[in-house]
């Protein structure tokens, strides 16, 4: 597959082509009002960046990039002498693929990519030698006949993923949690209605320990094509209902792809077709005191 192949020999070795071009500090103390994230060298101008997602321990930064009419993955990896430039991992005019993702363990990079006429999640598995391997696309539970995207963990390795295969009843894409286990992924199952509507529902990020979930939503009182909602664990077992994330991180733009550090202090999402990044402490400030509104 030649797309593969010109992308992992394009010095992704883990390490390799590394030129000291970002601070050390990449990620230091996160600013308390929403800013856009490192511009010029991965938000630029006159280009659409989304998807941003770090290992677990933030010395791995994805993020997918829009080009004219596809989508790749970029990556940068950071060593003793600095943050490597931002490589091409996955995609080409050939191949588009976007919303990376990786599994618990760093060992697999997830992603979405058209396929006969509609988006399913993929992923490559990083070899002993740091290259990633042909892509991979699961059946179901995971991909069915319509379009799936973006992709979440759970602590246990259960995903949360949208997908649009209900919408003859549901109306438009929902949120679906698909629980794993020693046999592998089970059957999906779609949040309840405090999450889900008729409307649109999509780009969800959970929190390991289950305790809240971000999400982008389309409803009427919105304030643009896209903003994100939240909605906290409750402890009948329940999820609070979804609310706003409010004119703190929303605008008349189109927010989407939200992402939290493993060490809950960075909150990265997409907004105005730029990365973004905040003090996760502003998540608490959503958190229900009635088990329905903050």
Sequence with gaps: MHFLYSLVISCFLVGACTS?????????????????FLPNIVSETNRYEYGSVFNHDNTELYFGVQNNGWSDIRMMHRTKEGWSKPQVIIGSPDFSANDPFLSNDGSKLYFISPR???????????????????????????????????????????????????????????IYLSRRDDTGFQAAVAFPNTINTNGYEADAFIAPDESYMIFSANRKQGLGRGDLYISFALEDGNWSKAVSMGAQINSESHELCPFVTADGQYFFFTSKEDIYWVNADIIESFRPVDGNTP
């Design 20 to 36: 000291k071009v970002v601070p050390d500090d990449l990620l230091g103390l996160a600013p308390v009002q929403p800013s856009v």
């Design 116 to 174: 006969d006429d509609q988006y399913d999640i993929g992923y490559v598995t990083r070899t002993a030698d740091g290259r990633w391997s042909n892509p991979i696309f699961p059946s179901m539970p995971i991909n069915s006949t319509e379009n799936e995207y973006y992709i979440s963990f759970t602590q246990d390795g259960s995903m949360v993923f949208a997908s649009d295969r209900n919408a003859s009843e549901r109306g438009d894409f929902d």
